[in-house]
């Protein structure tokens, strides 16, 4: 089944929502506000995904972090630490599928392919 990961209040988030919910596709929805994350997850996509494609340096959140938090988010091998504590930072939304990850942010043609 497909697993969107996010928060409910990102404008993304929720039209990435309203078009799955077009497609009249089944979906799981992971709320990282209220459900969190781990760090064993996060890994997993990093390794799958490249950071500067999972690390959302656009928003407020990202803003604010230290300079030494940027740096963390810059290596695999530190990210997950500041992801799990700073879970805005990660773009949404990310779908999922068998822990496969399929995208990261919305994308109507790249949704129109996997939906």
Not at 49 to 54: A, E, G, I, N, R
Not at 93 to 114: H, N, Y
């Given at each position: 089944?497909?697993?969107?990961?996010?928060?409910?209040?990102?404008?993304?988030?929720?039209?990435?929502?309203?078009?799955?919910?077009?497609?009249?596709?089944?979906?799981?929805?992971?709320?990282?506000?209220k459900d969190g994350?781990?760090?064993?997850?996060?890994?997993?996509?990093?390794?799958?995904?490249?950071?500067?494609?999972?690390?959302?340096?656009?928003?407020?959140?990202?803003?604010?972090?230290?300079?030494?938090?940027?740096?963390?988010?810059?290596?695999?091998?530190?990210?997950?630490?500041?992801?799990?504590?700073?879970?805005?930072?990660?773009?949404?939304?990310?779908?999922?599928i068998d822990e496969?990850?399929?995208?990261?942010?919305?994308?109507?043609?790249?949704?129109?392919?996997?939906?």
């Amino acid at each position: 089944m497909l697993k969107v990961y996010g928060i409910p209040n990102c404008d993304t988030v929720k039209k990435s929502l309203d078009y799955i919910k077009s497609k009249d596709v089944a979906y799981e929805f992971h709320n990282y506000k209220k459900d969190g994350i781990t760090v064993e997850k996060l890994n997993s996509w990093i390794k799958q995904v490249p950071l500067d494609k999972l690390v959302n340096k656009k928003g407020t959140t990202y803003k604010a972090l230290t300079d030494d938090q940027k740096a963390d988010l810059e290596n695999p091998k530190t990210a997950a630490k500041v992801l799990v504590e700073k879970s805005s930072v990660i773009k949404r939304p990310l779908l999922e599928i068998d822990e496969k990850v399929l995208t990261v942010g919305f994308d109507k043609e790249l949704f129109d392919k996997i939906l």
